[in-house]
Nanobody, 124 residues
Framework: QVQLVESGGGLVPAGGSLRLSCAASGGTFSSYAMAWFRQAPGKEREFVAGIRWSRSIADYADSVKGRFTIARDNAKNTVDLQMNSLKPEDTAVYYC?????????????????WGQGTQVTVSS
């Protein structure tokens, strides 16, 4: 059983930056593809960014491409999401997710484990 714990959320003005971190325990971290999802009030959960278990190949939603960067450290069992040039529409609860296998997918149903989420609020 893998446990995921997110941290780093908060309130930030538009144009600002935040760095989210997800710490994993209870499994072989390097065997999992990792991803960040988010869910805004009244909206469905959406894929933000994903990273493969090796070679750190990443995928991004079009809405965050060029502004967000996902990175993993298999030695520390962590995956981070650096968020720059934040916009009010980035406001959401951000979730870390893990799936067994090499590739990250945009469908949340592909993921086996989820964190509890961390709130990101971007003020205009």
């Amino acid at each position: 059983q893998v446990q995921l714990v997110e941290s780093g959320g908060g309130l930030v003005p538009a144009g600002g930056s935040l760095r989210l971190s997800c710490a994993a325990s209870g499994g072989t971290f390097s065997s999992y593809a990792m991803a960040w999802f988010r869910q805004a009030p009244g909206k469905e959960r959406e894929f933000v960014a994903g990273i493969r278990w090796s070679r750190s190949i990443a995928d991004y939603a079009d809405s965050v491409k060029g502004r967000f960067t996902i990175a993993r450290d298999n030695a520390k069992n962590t995956v981070d999401l650096q968020m720059n040039s934040l916009k009010p529409e980035d406001t959401a609860v951000y979730y870390c997710a893990a799936r067994r296998g090499s590739y990250s997918y945009i469908a949340g149903t592909e993921y086996d484990y989820w964190g509890q989420g961390t709130q990101v609020t971007v003020s205009s």
